[in-house]
């Protein structure tokens, strides 16, 4: 059976498995053989006490096997699809309108007018060191979009628009850390957010999208309406 409980644990207690499944059995005052597997759901640390303490929620599978469901995203492979959708600019919501396409079978063209995340680093190191700021790549401009070289928090208060957790798991699917599914504050790290921007790229090229750098929208054409 699944057991849904909440627990409050030390940090020690949250970390090492061991320690956990101690004391889950203790809070469910069941032999802990009994436990086949301790799913969390949310993770929040209460740091208004001493001592610190994690919040868990999290099911408890008892005498019953945990089966893990993995993350499936149906990425279509567009490469001779007639069906297009040119993005302008490849942030975060250029490169997730271009994930969307590729599940619904429509081939993504973007266009980006700054620089590949890793070359875009070299014109932020410029900037930094000598002060000189180039004008299609810098902390704003680039593949990755504005936060991608400066934190990498998650959370959003945002939640009746869109499917926050779907979002999540594309991250995850792309190389984030499995965490940022359960933890209260999700975080990925200035440090590993340029290999998951990169991880998404593939992602959309190895599909037969597009991706063009150094290419910045300036004007619309409209020809007959079109
Ligand atoms: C310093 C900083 C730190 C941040 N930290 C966080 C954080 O930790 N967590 C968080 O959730 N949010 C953070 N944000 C906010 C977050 O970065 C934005 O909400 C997010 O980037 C918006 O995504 P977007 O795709 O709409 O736009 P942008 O990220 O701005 O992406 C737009 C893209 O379009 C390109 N572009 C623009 N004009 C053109 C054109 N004419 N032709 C072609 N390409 C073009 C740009 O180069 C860019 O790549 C931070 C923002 C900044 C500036």
């Known amino acids: 059976m699944k057991k849904e409980i909440q ?3 030390l940090p020690e207690q949250v970390f090492l498995e061991e320690e956990l499944l101690k004391s889950v059995s203790l809070f469910l ?4 053989e009994r436990i086949n597997h301790i799913e969390i759901i949310k993770r929040s640390i209460d740091a208004r006490r001493t001592p610190i303490n994690y919040q868990l929620k999290a099911h408890v599978y008892v005498d019953e096997d945990f089966t893990e469901v993995e993350n ?3 990425y279509q492979n567009v490469e001779n699809s007639s069906d297009f959708v040119v993005i302008i600019g490849s942030g975060p919501a250029g490169l997730f309108a271009a994930l969307q396409a590729l ?4 081939k993504p063209i ?9 070359t875009r680093r070299k014109d932020l190191a410029i900037l930094n060191k000598e002060g000189v700021v180039n004008p299609e790549s810098n902390y704003c401009f680039g593949e990755g979009g504005a936060g991608t070289y400066s934190d990498g928090k998650l959370y959003t208060r945002s939640k009746k628009r869109g499917n926050v957790k779907r979002v999540l798991e594309a991250l995850v699917y792309h190389g984030a850390d499995k965490n940022i599914l359960v933890d209260a ?3 990925i790290g200035t440090n590993k957010l340029p290999q998951l921007i990169a991880s998404i790229r593939e992602q959309i090229i190895s599909c037969g999208g597009e991706i063009h750098f150094d290419s910045k929208m300036t004007d619309i054409a409209i020809e007959s309406g079109k």
């Not at 005052?29 to 802990?32: A, R, V």
């Not at 599940?103 to 429509?106: A, I, K, R, S």
């Not at 973007?110 to 890793?118: Q, T």
């Open 7 to 9: 627990i409050s644990l």
């Open 72 to 74: 499936t995203f149906n």
């Open 103 to 106: 599940e619904f079978g429509v």
């Open 29 to 32: 005052k069941l032999e802990k």
């Open 110 to 118: 973007i266009f980006e007018r700054g620089k590949d995340v890793r």
């Open 185 to 187: 504050h999700p975080h």
